[in-house]
């Protein structure tokens, strides 16, 4: 005896294709609500570590290296050129692109301005010098540097009032910078020259030193999860 199978009726296929769709829209509905889950809980936050450090010491070093040539101590500009611009401009240029991905704006303003600044310094001494030809060279004309200088005057003082509601360690830095600026233009129009000189050199001496001294309590300070050194508190007077 055979068994033949009786035809599917219409109704059971149409069933059957109904039920297979619905399981369909429905797993397709749950893995969006998973998905919608997971996007809700799994929040992934890159932390980045603070740049000031990083970026003070590189000032530290080039102004401490560039002051000696001013205050007599060593001699020529071979040697402060490549301070110049791996720690005054690079270093810098590091803490300024991190300091913009932690959304510090004042941070990446001031080390991304400082840095292209000794990437411009860095240039001139070497036009000077004749590194890129005695033509360039005979072209020079100091009061252009010195229109740069005024120029950079003007964004320190402003920093300056921003950094008076950071801390008091770096509003010094600041105000340090604002004098160094002030002897540089003075020297760059030949104006009290013996004064501006000097108001220069030892004003980059003490930048240099300050700046030691806010790199080392950036760094100690986050590492030992304590104030180990005291950078001063805000002022208070422009923001409350």
Same mark, same amino acid.
């Given at each position: 005896?055979?068994?033949?199978?009786?035809?599917?009726?219409?109704?059971?296929?149409?069933?059957?294709?109904?039920?297979?769709?619905?399981?369909?829209?429905?797993?397709?509905?749950?893995?969006?609500?998973?998905?919608?889950?997971?996007?809700?809980?799994?929040?992934?936050?890159? $932390?980045? %570590?603070?740049?000031?450090?990083?970026?003070?010491?590189?000032?530290?070093?080039?102004?401490?290296?560039?002051?000696?040539?001013?205050?007599?101590?060593?001699?020529?500009?071979?040697?402060?050129?490549?301070?110049?611009?791996?720690?005054?401009?690079?270093?810098?240029?590091?803490?300024?692109?991190?300091?913009?991905?932690?959304?510090?704006?004042?941070?990446?303003?001031?080390?991304?301005?400082?840095?292209?600044?000794?990437?411009?310094? %860095?240039?001139?001494?070497?036009?000077?010098?004749?590194?890129?030809?005695?033509?360039?060279?005979?072209?020079?004309?100091?009061?252009?540097?010195?229109?740069?200088?005024?120029?950079?005057?003007?964004?320190?003082?402003?920093?300056?009032?921003?950094?008076?509601?950071?801390?008091?360690?770096? =509003?010094?830095?600041? =105000?340090?910078?604002?004098?160094?600026?002030?002897?540089?233009?003075?020297?760059?129009?030949?104006?009290?020259?013996?004064?501006?000189?000097?108001?220069? %050199?030892?004003?980059?001496?003490?930048? %240099?030193?300050?700046?030691?001294?806010?790199?080392?309590?950036?760094?100690?300070? $986050?590492?030992?999860?304590? $104030?180990?050194?005291?950078?001063?508190?805000?002022?208070?007077?422009?923001?409350?």
């Amino acid at each position: 005896m055979t068994y033949s199978p009786k035809p599917l009726s219409m109704e059971f296929v149409r069933a059957v294709e109904e039920k297979v769709i619905s399981c369909i829209v429905l797993s397709k509905i749950n893995i969006m609500e998973v998905k919608m889950e997971n996007n809700g809980v799994q929040n992934v936050k890159i $932390t980045n %570590a603070d740049p000031s450090a990083l970026g003070l010491f590189g000032l530290a070093m080039v102004t401490l290296v560039a002051s000696s040539q001013k205050l007599e101590i060593t001699h020529g500009l071979s040697f402060v050129i490549p301070w110049a611009i791996f720690l005054g401009a690079f270093a810098q240029l590091f803490a300024c692109i991190n300091d913009s991905k932690r959304n510090n704006t004042f941070g990446t303003t001031a080390f991304g301005a400082y840095a292209f600044f000794w990437f411009g310094v %860095a240039s001139s001494w070497m036009i000077k010098m004749g590194v890129f030809g005695k033509e360039l060279a005979s072209q020079v004309d100091g009061k252009q540097l010195g229109m740069a200088f005024v120029g950079y005057l003007i964004f320190t003082i402003f920093m300056t009032i921003g950094a008076m509601e950071t801390h008091k360690v770096l =509003f010094t830095i600041f =105000f340090l910078i604002d004098l160094l600026f002030i002897g540089l233009s003075l020297h760059a129009f030949n104006i009290l020259p013996d004064f501006s000189h000097k108001l220069a %050199a030892y004003s980059e001496l003490l930048i %240099a030193i300050v700046s030691f001294y806010g790199s080392a309590a950036s760094v100690l300070n $986050t590492h030992f999860g304590r $104030t180990f050194l005291p950078v001063g508190k805000p002022f208070g007077i422009f923001k409350k």
